[in-house]
């Protein structure tokens, strides 16, 4: 095989033992590369260009370890639905962080590569579908411009895993800026060691936020950032209409990246109360109560870190009770300016809100498609539906008409904006569904096409409009499973 330019320096093996299990991917029987995403390689300055496939499937099923990489799993705890439980990477390992030639450092991760010392009762594997479903959703976020963790390969293990039926196993590699959880703070907290969470802090600061490595009140300035980071991150998914399905602590990364992707799917017609997830009976994580979640994870967060915010805990939770309760306002500021830019609404105007509202409440009650809407708005030409011929929506389109006259400049640039925020191609539950019962059926080109087209969500492409419109009337009410 070719020499390929890893470049690992792998610092979380240094952290204190307890945060770490040293482990291997556990081998897999007869490996075969499903897909590799050559752009992604190029992004980390790895060349592939002369590794044949064999060689692929080798290195991206763990069969065959890279130079330089110190496998571990991570330990971590987290709210699961509200209940905290002692976690884990049970089905995943740590490769090692490579740094590219422009000297950032990725975390490569494999998913479903065998049981590890966290894996409890399961069997350390991932199923085909799960992992490319993962693959596909992950780099079409990438492509949203959505802070997101990266898919470089998938792997079949030509092993069976067994679920409710008997699955295809594989094995997805993930790409993260790192995999620092807020599961891993209620871990080190919960071990009661200070010495230990003010290890993980530093680390934490010193990998992702060195701008405030000087800061006075490390702990209460990384909260602050995390607050930030994740108001954005959940204004980017309600832009998009994503829904996350299963927001656990475990779940949220420190990076302000999306993680784990298990039971998410996009919405198609507006409800604020849309859930996907099989097992989400309360929607305790559906679209609209995202920003309340993203609020009670941060709190956790804040939790941890209570014992380095002020050696007074009345006063150190007075402090983080009060950052906390800043979120509410800034999401609000956040949500109301992303909503205007897909409205392409310049400036501010008092009657802003209520007009946003307003058109959210009519998609609502003619369950229009969320996407679509924004759609007609910019003229695009999408699948007809009459209810846009609907009086209600013509008097809204009018005050939005009226409204885009105070931008005060070129109106091409109102439609600039929109553009820009504005995906014409999400991943398409029915859409994704086709194309995974292909592949594990042997057929990749339906999940090509669609990796693809999701490359370029915000550009038109008239060959592809089919892939523009939501399920057909009729198809029975999506659902998803989490990706074990
Ligand atoms: P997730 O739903 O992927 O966020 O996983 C929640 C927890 O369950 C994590 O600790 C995973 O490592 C663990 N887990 C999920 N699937 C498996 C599996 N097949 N074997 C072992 N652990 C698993
Ligand atoms: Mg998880």
């Given at each position: 095989?070719?020499?390929?330019?890893?470049?690992?320096?792998?610092?979380?093996s240094?952290?204190?033992e307890?945060?770490?299990?040293?482990?291997?991917p556990?081998p897999?029987?007869s490996?075969?590369?499903v897909i590799?995403?050559?752009h992604?390689?190029k992004?980390?300055?790895?060349?592939?260009s002369?590794?044949?496939?064999?060689?692929l499937?080798?290195?991206f099923?763990?069969?065959?370890?890279p130079?330089?990489?110190?496998?571990i799993?991570q330990?971590?705890?987290?709210?699961?639905?509200?209940?905290?439980?002692m976690?884990?990477?049970?089905r995943a390992?740590?490769i090692g962080?490579?740094?590219s030639?422009?000297?950032?450092?990725f975390d490569i991760?494999?998913k479903?590569?065998?049981?590890?010392?966290?894996?409890?009762?399961?069997d350390?594997?991932?199923?085909?579908g799960?992992m490319?479903?993962?693959?596909?959703?992950s780099?079409?976020m990438?492509?949203?411009?959505?802070?997101?963790t990266?898919?470089l390969?998938?792997?079949?293990?030509?092993?069976?895993?067994?679920?409710?039926?008997?699955?295809q196993?594989?094995?997805?590699?993930?790409?993260?800026?790192?995999h620092?959880?807020v599961g891993t703070?209620?871990?080190?907290?919960m071990?009661?060691?200070?010495?230990?969470?003010?290890t993980?802090i530093?680390y934490?600061i010193?990998?992702?936020?060195?701008?405030i490595?000087?800061?006075k009140?490390k702990a209460?300035?990384?909260?602050?950032?995390l607050?930030?980071?994740?108001?954005d991150?959940?204004?980017?998914?309600?832009?998009v209409?994503f829904i996350?399905?299963?927001?656990?602590?475990?779940?949220m990364?420190?990076?302000?990246?999306?993680?784990d992707?298990?039971?998410?799917?996009?919405?198609d017609?507006?409800?604020?109360?849309t859930v996907?997830?099989s097992?989400?009976?309360?929607?305790?994580?559906?679209?609209?109560?995202?920003?309340?979640?993203t609020?009670?994870n941060l709190?956790?967060?804040?939790?941890?870190?209570i014992?380095?915010?002020d050696?007074?805990?009345d006063?150190?939770?007075e402090?983080?009770?009060?950052t906390i309760?800043?979120?509410?306002?800034?999401y609000?500021?956040?949500?109301?300016?992303?909503m205007?830019d897909?409205?392409?609404?310049f400036?501010q105007?008092?009657?802003?809100?209520?007009?946003?509202?307003?058109?959210?409440?009519?998609?609502?009650?003619n369950k229009?498609?969320?996407?679509?809407?924004?759609c007609i708005?910019?003229?695009?030409n999408?699948q007809?539906?009459?209810?846009?011929?609907d009086?209600n929506?013509?008097?809204w389109?009018?005050?939005?008409?009226?409204?885009?006259?105070?931008?005060?400049?070129n109106p091409?640039?109102?439609?600039?904006?929109?553009r820009?925020?504005?995906?014409?191609?999400?991943?398409?539950n029915h859409?994704v569904?086709?194309?995974?019962?292909a592949?594990?059926?042997n057929?990749?080109?339906?999940l090509?096409?669609?990796?693809?087209?999701?490359?370029?969500?915000?550009?038109?492409?008239?060959?592809?409009?089919?892939?523009?419109s939501?399920?057909?009337?009729g198809?029975k009410k999506?659902?998803?499973?989490?990706?074990?």
């Amino acid at each position: 095989m070719n020499k390929i330019n890893w470049n690992f320096d792998n610092t979380y093996s240094n952290l204190p033992e307890s945060f770490i299990s040293k482990t291997s991917p556990k081998p897999v029987k007869s490996p075969e590369l499903v897909i590799f995403n050559y752009h992604l390689a190029k992004e980390l300055s790895l060349d592939f260009s002369l590794t044949d496939k064999k060689d692929l499937s080798k290195l991206f099923s763990g069969n065959l370890l890279p130079k330089g990489s110190n496998t571990i799993a991570q330990a971590y705890a987290g709210h699961q639905f509200g209940h905290f439980t002692m976690l884990g990477d049970g089905r995943a390992v740590l490769i090692g962080e490579h740094i590219s030639k422009n000297n950032e450092r990725f975390d490569i991760q494999f998913k479903g590569s065998g049981q590890t010392a966290f894996s409890r009762n399961g069997d350390g594997r991932a199923a085909l579908g799960p992992m490319l479903r993962e693959y596909i959703i992950s780099e079409a976020m990438h492509s949203l411009n959505v802070p997101t963790t990266r898919s470089l390969a998938v792997v079949k293990t030509g092993e069976d895993v067994v679920r409710e039926n008997i699955l295809q196993g594989a094995i997805l590699t993930r790409v993260a800026s790192s995999h620092l959880r807020v599961g891993t703070f209620q871990y080190a907290a919960m071990r009661n060691k200070e010495s230990e969470l003010r290890t993980l802090i530093d680390y934490t600061i010193n990998r992702h936020y060195p701008n405030i490595k000087k800061s006075k009140n490390k702990a209460i300035d990384l909260l602050k950032v995390l607050i930030e980071l994740q108001i954005d991150l959940v204004v980017n998914w309600m832009r998009v209409g994503f829904i996350h399905g299963v927001m656990n602590t475990d779940n949220m990364a420190i990076s302000g990246e999306t993680i784990d992707y298990g039971p998410c799917a996009f919405m198609d017609a507006y409800d604020p109360q849309t859930v996907f997830s099989s097992i989400d009976q309360f929607g305790r994580y559906s679209y609209s109560n995202q920003p309340n979640i993203t609020k009670w994870n941060l709190a956790r967060f804040a939790e941890c870190l209570i014992p380095l915010i002020d050696p007074n805990k009345d006063k150190a939770i007075e402090i983080a009770t009060e950052t906390i309760n800043n979120f509410d306002k800034n999401y609000e500021i956040k949500w109301i300016n992303m909503m205007r830019d897909k409205l392409g609404l310049f400036g501010q105007d008092p009657k802003d809100l209520v007009l946003i509202l307003d058109l959210l409440t009519w998609m609502h009650k003619n369950k229009a498609d969320y996407t679509n809407t924004f759609c007609i708005l910019m003229n695009e030409n999408v699948q007809k539906n009459k209810i846009y011929e609907d009086e209600n929506f013509i008097i809204w389109k009018k005050r939005w008409e009226e409204r885009l006259k105070l931008n005060n400049n070129n109106p091409e640039k109102f439609l600039k904006l929109m553009r820009s925020v504005n995906p014409l191609i999400i991943p398409r539950n029915h859409k994704v569904e086709e194309a995974l019962e292909a592949a594990n059926n042997n057929n990749l080109s339906p999940l090509i096409k669609l990796i693809k087209i999701l490359e370029k969500p915000y550009d038109k492409q008239q060959e592809n409009i089919d892939y523009q419109s939501p399920a057909p009337l009729g198809n029975k009410k999506y659902q998803t499973f989490c990706g074990t």
